[in-house]
């Protein structure tokens, strides 16, 4: 089965709400012939759009190629959310790499957050950015560890921006019965995350990259100058970035042991009547629970519910989205009972085993960049401009998130959806206790 048309049209956007709402570049023609370049992207989301956009202001002659459409994968189809901070707590990453290059991977994210601002402003105004994501302790239990972290980000840190919220101001803010205190981070937000891939990849052709669209790789040979391989052209250039995630498939077997395929799901409703969608969510924030298997919601511009949850193991998505992630919406809500269901569409991410992204260097002049775990937006746009930097000379930030150990899943490729569907089953029982 493969991934990139198992639930989809070859060269078509999935049937989203964020599809319907945003006007595609291009299309960008098919790569033919013989090419060469500076740089050949693999991959046309967020890292492989950043990366041939601040690759082409650098003067670098970048070829970009996408199988399917720029933005087709989780880069055009994500929750929206622009958060701070790694996948992973600062108490973990301490634990993990030490406090100096944990302290170095909480700055990254702060970028992170303020490259996306940066693009949206100049790159994609359409895109928007709402302040703010509130995360929602769905157990009394897990309130006060949640407000110790919002602590040790005030004193240790001394980011300000977060702020403990008790279950009376969380109810306020989220008007739903599920919740009992959090936090709300001003520093992070929400976006249109398909208009923003769309401004890059306009704005990287402005600058002088080359987009090819509908040019799946069918082979990729190392040496000094690289070689990269369509069904219809062969392009040779000095440095090779993989940018792919979820998409990968079994393309570059050394990131495939690290990085799974998961799927996830979102469903918009109708637009809401202006104080019901208040009600909701009062300030417009954006919202995202304690589950393991998160749920994560919003208000778009025109006041639908944004809901996104449950997740599923293998190629297909299931056949009813809208009665998989209604169910959640309506643990949350019940008040959207009833309420019509306009779109609903599926996407699939790239997770490790830590939740860390996966940074390589596969060779000296190839590089890969993915496994964002659903925190993407942000980080991924930022690994985009670290392996531009990297291929410019200034590795010192890449090379550290490929520190980061990102270890292969057990039992290989074979084996890592299932031990993983044993695992979640796991997390979902404690969820309910």
Same mark, same amino acid.
């Given at each position: 089965? =493969?991934?990139?048309?198992?639930?989809?049209?070859?060269?078509?956007?999935?049937?989203?709400?964020?599809?319907?709402?945003?006007?595609?570049?291009?299309?960008?023609?098919?790569?033919?012939?013989?090419?060469?370049?500076?740089?050949?992207?693999?991959?046309?989301? %967020?890292?492989?759009?950043?990366?041939?956009?601040?690759?082409?202001?650098?003067?670098?002659?970048?070829?970009?190629?996408?199988?399917?459409?720029?933005?087709?994968?989780? #880069?055009?189809?994500?929750?929206?959310q622009v958060g701070t901070g790694q996948r992973l707590e600062q108490d973990a990453l301490e634990k993990m790499v030490g406090r100096d290059d944990a302290r170095k991977l909480w700055d990254m994210s702060l970028e992170s957050v303020q490259?996306?601002?940066?693009?949206?402003?100049?790159?994609?105004?359409?895109?928007?950015?709402?302040?703010?994501? $509130?995360?929602?302790?769905?157990?009394?239990?897990? *309130?006060?560890?949640?407000?110790?972290?919002?602590?040790?980000?005030?004193?240790?840190?001394?980011?300000?921006?977060?702020?403990?919220?008790?279950? =009376?101001?969380?109810?306020?803010?989220?008007?739903?019965?599920?919740?009992?205190?959090?936090?709300?981070?001003?520093?992070?937000?929400?976006?249109?995350?398909?208009?923003?891939? %769309?401004?890059?990849?306009?704005?990287?052709? &402005?600058?002088?990259?080359?987009?090819?669209?509908?040019?799946?790789?069918?082979?990729?040979?190392?040496?000094?100058?690289? *070689?990269?391989?369509?069904?219809?052209?062969?392009?040779?250039?000095?440095?090779?970035?993989?940018?792919?995630?979820?998409?990968?498939?079994?393309?570059?077997?050394?990131?495939?042991?690290?990085?799974?395929?998961?799927?996830?799901?979102?469903?918009?409703?109708?637009?809401?009547?202006?104080?019901?969608?208040?009600?909701?969510?009062?300030?417009?924030?954006?919202?995202?629970?304690?589950?393991? *298997? &998160?749920?994560? %919601?919003?208000?778009?511009? =025109?006041?639908?519910?944004?809901?996104?949850?449950?997740?599923?193991?293998?190629?297909? %998505?299931?056949?009813? &989205?809208?009665?998989?992630? #209604?169910?959640?919406? $309506?643990?949350?809500?019940?008040?959207?009972?009833?309420?019509?269901?306009?779109?609903?569409?599926?996407?699939?991410?790239?997770?490790?085993?830590?939740?860390?992204?996966?940074?390589?260097?596969?060779?000296?002049?190839?590089?890969?960049?993915?496994?964002? #775990?659903?925190?993407?937006?942000s980080m991924a746009t930022l690994g985009g401009k670290m392996a531009s930097d990297a291929i410019a000379g200034q590795a010192e930030r890449f090379d550290l998130m490929a520190s980061v150990p990102t270890p292969r899943f057990p039992g290989?490729?074979?084996?890592?959806?299932?031990?993983?569907?044993?695992?979640?089953?796991?997390?979902?029982?404690?969820?309910?206790?």
């Amino acid at each position: 089965m =493969d991934l990139l048309t198992a639930n989809d049209r070859h060269g078509e956007y999935p049937q989203s709400w964020y599809a319907a709402t945003a006007d595609a570049p291009g299309p960008y023609p098919a790569a033919s012939g013989d090419l060469t370049c500076d740089v050949c992207i693999i991959g046309g989301g %967020f890292t492989g759009l950043s990366a041939a956009l601040h690759l082409a202001e650098r003067g670098y002659d970048v070829v970009l190629l996408e199988a399917q459409r720029v933005g087709f994968g989780a #880069s055009g189809r994500n929750g929206g959310q622009v958060g701070t901070g790694q996948r992973l707590e600062q108490d973990a990453l301490e634990k993990m790499v030490g406090r100096d290059d944990a302290r170095k991977l909480w700055d990254m994210s702060l970028e992170s957050v303020q490259l996306v601002r940066d693009i949206v402003a100049k790159h994609a105004p359409d895109a928007g950015f709402t302040n703010g994501i $509130l995360h929602a302790m769905h157990r009394p239990r897990y *309130v006060p560890e949640d407000h110790a972290y919002v602590r040790k980000l005030n004193e240790e840190y001394g980011y300000d921006l977060i702020r403990a919220v008790d279950r =009376d101001e969380m109810r306020a803010l989220c008007g739903s019965p599920a919740y009992h205190g959090g936090s709300l981070d001003m520093g992070g937000g929400h976006t249109h995350p398909l208009r923003l891939a %769309f401004g890059m990849a306009r704005a990287a052709v &402005i600058s002088g990259a080359r987009i090819f669209e509908t040019s799946r790789v069918t082979g990729v040979t190392d040496g000094s100058n690289v *070689v990269v391989k369509t069904d219809a052209s062969q392009i040779t250039a000095s440095h090779v970035l993989w940018a792919c995630n979820g998409y990968l498939g079994d393309a570059e077997g050394k990131v495939a042991a690290r990085v799974m395929p998961i799927n996830n799901y979102i469903i918009a409703t109708e637009p809401l009547e202006d104080r019901f969608a208040k009600s909701l969510i009062r300030d417009r924030h954006a919202v995202a629970d304690s589950k393991f *298997v &998160i749920n994560y %919601f919003r208000l778009s511009e =025109d006041n639908r519910m944004l809901f996104g949850g449950a997740e599923s193991y293998g190629y297909r %998505f299931p056949k009813d &989205i809208v009665k998989l992630v #209604s169910k959640p919406m $309506l643990e949350i809500y019940p008040q959207l009972n009833g309420t019509k269901i306009d779109y609903a569409w599926g996407g699939t991410l790239g997770i490790t085993l830590n939740r860390m992204p996966h940074f390589a260097r596969l060779q000296g002049n190839v590089l890969s960049a993915s496994g964002y #775990s659903g925190h993407g937006v942000s980080m991924a746009t930022l690994g985009g401009k670290m392996a531009s930097d990297a291929i410019a000379g200034q590795a010192e930030r890449f090379d550290l998130m490929a520190s980061v150990p990102t270890p292969r899943f057990p039992g290989g490729v074979a084996m890592r959806w299932p031990l993983l569907v044993a695992a979640m089953f796991w997390f979902s029982l404690r969820d309910k206790f």
